[in-house]
């Protein structure tokens, strides 16, 4: 006669797993999906595609439109699905992104912005 463990090492993984065990009896299971929980690493999407950032800063002008409210992951989102948009300021104060056709080269210094290009 055949063992119990025998039968359940025949068995296909995910079956084995879901139906013959109960949740408490799978232990190695959990942590295994805890560790690449922890090892997943979330980065924020400004911090990939809007690399030069410039805080407490504005580029004058070349204003191509605005909006708001914005944050600046979704200002920077904005920016880069624009074809036009090279730069864009976002205001913290009235929360308003500004996309822009260029930096114009020369910024100036302004509280409560910050500006990106690209």
């Given at each position: 006669?055949?063992k119990?463990i025998?039968?359940?090492?025949?068995?296909?993984?995910?079956?084995?797993?879901q139906?013959?065990?109960?949740?408490?009896?799978?232990?190695?299971q959990q942590?295994?999906?805890?560790?690449?929980q922890?090892?997943?690493?979330i980065?924020?999407?400004?911090?990939?595609?809007?690399?030069v950032k410039?805080?407490?800063?504005?580029?004058?002008?070349?204003d191509?439109?605005?909006?708001?409210?914005?944050?600046?992951?979704?200002c920077?989102?904005?920016?880069?699905a624009?074809?036009?948009?090279?730069?864009?300021?976002?205001?913290?104060?009235?929360?308003t992104?500004?996309?822009?056709?260029?930096?114009?080269g020369?910024?100036?210094n302004e509280?409560s912005s910050?500006?990106?290009?690209?």
């Amino acid at each position: 006669m055949a063992k119990f463990i025998q039968i359940y090492r025949r068995l296909p993984r995910q079956l084995r797993l879901q139906r013959l065990l109960p949740q408490q009896q799978r232990p190695r299971q959990q942590q295994q999906q805890r560790r690449r929980q922890r090892r997943q690493v979330i980065v924020p999407f400004s911090l990939l595609f809007c690399a030069v950032k410039i805080t407490n800063w504005d580029y004058p002008n070349n204003d191509l439109v605005n909006a708001s409210p914005m944050t600046f992951s979704v200002c920077c989102a904005w920016c880069l699905a624009t074809s036009s948009c090279r730069s864009f300021t976002l205001n913290f104060g009235s929360s308003t992104c500004w996309i822009k056709t260029s930096s114009g080269g020369v910024g100036r210094n302004e509280p409560s912005s910050i500006a990106a290009k690209y």
